[in-house]
């Protein structure tokens, strides 16, 4: 039987995932008006260009974070977040209370 704390712990860092992933990608930079110049968002589409022969392919990665950061995360990549977020946090949680006894 599963815990009260692990499930604490699995829906509070799945809320959380949700709530930082704007944020991280801002800081980031992916951003409503582009990839700002010298973060580490432009160093990841500069390195994506240079292997895909000067350009970023549609879909990619960096394509779906710019997406994200200019207009937020869709429901799908809503869901997704929490639900990774929810998982590490509710392994983390069970971990954490087979040490505790």
């Known amino acids: ?6 499930i604490a712990m699995a829906v509070g860092t ?11 990608l801002g800081a980031m930079g992916f951003g409503a008006a582009g990839v700002a110049a010298g973060s580490t968002a432009a160093g990841m589409m500069s390195s994506a260009a240079v292997a895909n022969g000067g350009g970023v392919a549609a879909g990619s990665l960096i394509a779906a974070l ?36």
């Open 14 to 24: 799945g809320t959380a995932a949700v709530l930082i992933a704007p944020v991280a």
């Open 66 to 101: 710019q997406s994200a950061g200019a207009a937020g995360l869709t429901g799908a990549a809503t869901a997704v977040v929490g639900s990774v977020g929810a998982a590490a946090g509710g392994a983390v949680g069970w971990v954490t209370s087979k040490f505790r006894g």
């Open 1 to 6: 039987m599963v815990s009260v704390s692990v």
